[in-house]
């Protein structure tokens, strides 16, 4: 339980920066560049990840692993999508606390579906996190970097379902006995089509390719990288304990693109993110114990 804890406290901090950067460069390039990009970067990191960890694995095509698998990548791939129409048409300290809110549906899932167990104070303690991340996103209007806040709001909706689902389905294919290599080596396999669809895209239409920035690079980098601790969070913690953790990236989200993109914080809105704080530090004690 401590690994897993240690890694969803690692993946706090990839996706919290990841998605700051991620959100600077979706509102300045145009989305097939952004796709192209994205899927491209993934296909990579997944794939080297896989082959690193496991080069036995390299050639292997195992039909039914495939199918197994093919409920994560799909929600993961999907929610690649999603996650950009959220952050271009909405503010990042809006929709962040609401695709972070996945482990209201994980908890659900977990107890329901997976069996396992939590402590009375442990889901409090995420009930609290859940409802101050959504109270975060309570407030939100139309500005220059918010052309369309409730398509934002829709899509951040349709992402955390996505993350939740995906969650439960990866944990559950641990327990069936399949490796974090066997997801992402197929994982990178379809990132790699999904990305040349996009080039493709950029090629028939009047789109050019632009020339991979350091923005670019890390922008469409530093998430997957946090996925990839994610899987391994999951492999070792309880997800009901590994979700709530690693949704803190939220908190961290919020006050860095405030400050990236000089957006105001309010005082209801600084009560949340303490109460998220202060509940994920005792939930990790209470992991921890």
Sequence with gaps: MILGITFAVIVALFWAFGEIKYSKISKKIDSPNVYFYQYLTRGIIYT???????????????????????????CDLIGSYVINKSVKNGELSSVSPIMAAYPIVDIILG?????????????????????????????????????????GIIFA??????????????????????????????KGM???????FFLTVVGVSKVKLKKPTKDIILGTA????????????????????????????SVISNIGSRRV?????????????????????????????
Excluded: Q
């Excluded at 402590?119 to 918010?146: D, H, M, P």
């Excluded at 379902?161 to 992402?184: C, H, I, P």
């Excluded at 996925?227 to 997800?239: D, Q």
């Design 222 to 249: 530093i998430i997957p990288i946090g996925n990839v601790f994610y899987s391994f969070a999951l492999k070792f913690g309880n997800m009901m304990i590994v979700t709530p953790v690693s949704s803190i990236y």
């Design 111 to 151: 107890i329901l579906l997976l069996r396992e167990s939590v402590g009375l104070l442990e889901l409090i303690l995420v009930v609290v996190i859940s409802i101050s991340i959504i109270v975060l996103a309570a407030n939100t209007e139309k500005t220059k970097y918010a052309p369309h806040p409730i398509w």
């Design 48 to 74: 080297v990840v896989a082959l690193i960890f496991n080069i036995g694995i390299f050639g292997k095509f195992v039909v039914s692993d495939f199918l197994r698998l093919l409920p994560i990548i799909m």
């Design 157 to 186: 909706v349709i992402y955390m379902f996505l993350t939740a689902f995906s969650s439960y389905f990866e944990k559950d294919a641990y327990l069936s006995n399949l490796s974090v290599y066997d997801l992402y080596y197929y």
């Design 261 to 289: 993109l000089k957006e105001k914080i309010t005082y209801l809105e600084r009560i949340c993110i303490a109460l998220i704080m202060i509940s994920t530090f005792t939930l990790i004690i209470c992991g921890l114990l």
């Design 190 to 196: 379809v990132y790699f089509i999904a990305s040349m």
